[in-house]
């Protein structure tokens, strides 16, 4: 997992799609009176990377709620994102805000072999097609 405090890093992200996707937001982030510190942080999934890993790195929930013990895939789930948008053949952007400040962390999971699968049918299932068009 990469995580992403700033776009110092962008030169680490392979894959040009998400590589530009992740420089827009920064962009977009750039707008506005604060600092990428102040913002949130990026995620960016790498082959291997677990949900756990995830929940516990970004301090946020995925497949689990943080008020009941029911988990993704049994009856009464719901989701806690504030919005999962799919790139289509590309990505899916998931985004949490953890506070009254508006600090987010944003995942960024590659649709592609070596994902986890549990997190893929999850992002299959509750992602909305981005109206976004990403120039890579």
Known sequence: MLVLPDP????????GYVRALLARRFNEMA???FTFEEL???????????????EDQGRIWVTRSPF???RYGEAGFAPCFETLEA???HCFEMVHILNDSGYG??????????MDDELLRFCR???????DVIAA
């Open 8 to 15: 110092t890093d962008l030169d680490q992200v392979k894959d």
């Open 105 to 114: 962390v944003i995942v960024i999971v590659p649709d592609k072999p070596g």
């Open 40 to 54: 949130g942080e990026f995620l960016l999934i790498e082959p291997g990377d677990t949900v756990a890993a995830i």
């Open 87 to 89: 790139h289509p053949g």
């Open 68 to 70: 009941n013990d029911v």
């Open 31 to 33: 707008q506005e009176d």
């Open 125 to 131: 299932e509750y992602a909305t097609p981005t109206p």
